[in-house]
């Protein structure tokens, strides 16, 4: 099946910096990207919908100018945590999907700790 | 407001037993529902999708039905082993193609040899 790559898979950083996190998607091309957050525990949330060549969507919520996303290739998208705060610390998801089918690859999640 | 509920207790059987979750929703009539293993620390990985028009799905030993009058989903695992303990995810979605996915709280389900 498809494959969708993430990295990194961890990143520890001091609060007020920001860190940037890649979603590739390997053997395919997707025009369209999502991008997840996971608390412990709890659900998947959407945050934003990636477009290739064109601005992200983002959902009700979610701080555009504090996500950054960036989708410059059919092949790439990535997520900025831009001047990072604790409360960031979470575990962040992309997923791809899979064309004409409503199904979605994900990657394998990177965990971000903000120290 | 949209709901979908999943178990929220961890879900303990024995190997060779079924096991059953449940994902009900309110508030929400989706074209499709499908369902998600997430292991920890990974992400969620594709498992089924039922449709609005289909009452149930099967691929091995894995079988989802649908009921939209009770907006309601079972997953049932038949046989389960060790190696199905996992969290498993429902989601629900609307229309065709590229569509954005509301996913479930997960159940986290405990196989014992």
């Known amino acids: 099946g498809a494959v969708v790559s993430q990295h990194p898979s961890r990143v520890i950083c001091k609060s007020g910096t920001s860190v940037k996190i890649e979603c590739r998607s390997l053997?395919?091309?997707?025009?369209?990207m999502f991008w997840y957050r996971q608390f412990p525990k709890k659900s998947l949330m959407l945050m934003a919908t990636s477009n290739e060549g064109s601005k992200a969507t983002y959902e009700q919520g979610v701080e555009k100018d504090k996500f950054l996303i960036n989708h410059a290739s059919l092949t790439l998208s990535t997520l900025t945590v831009t001047s990072a705060h604790p409360e960031d610390s979470s575990f962040y998801i992309c997923?791809?999907?899979?064309?004409?089918?409503?199904?979605?690859?994900f990657g394998p999640g990177t965990r971000l700790l903000v120290l | 407001s949209q709901k979908i509920e999943q178990n929220s207790e961890a879900l303990n059987i024995q190997e060779g037993k079924t096991a059953t979750l449940t994902c009900n929703y309110t508030n929400y009539s989706p074209a499709y529902l499908q369902w998600y293993r997430q292991d920890p620390g990974r992400g969620p990985v594709f498992l089924l999708l039922?449709?609005?028009?289909?009452k149930e799905k099967r691929k091995e030993r894995l079988k989802v039905t649908f009921d939209t009058t009770l907006k309601q989903s079972l997953f049932h695992i038949t046989a389960s082993q060790p190696a199905d303990s996992a969290t498993y995810l429902c989601?629900?979605?609307?229309?065709?193609?590229?569509?954005?996915?509301?996913f479930g709280t997960g159940t986290r389900l405990l196989v014992s040899p």
């Open positions: 053997d395919f091309q997707a025009t369209t």
């Open positions: 989601a629900l979605g609307r229309g065709t193609g590229f569509q954005k996915l509301v």
């Open positions: 039922i449709r609005e028009n289909e």
């Open positions: 997923s791809a999907p899979d064309r004409g089918k409503e199904t979605q690859y």
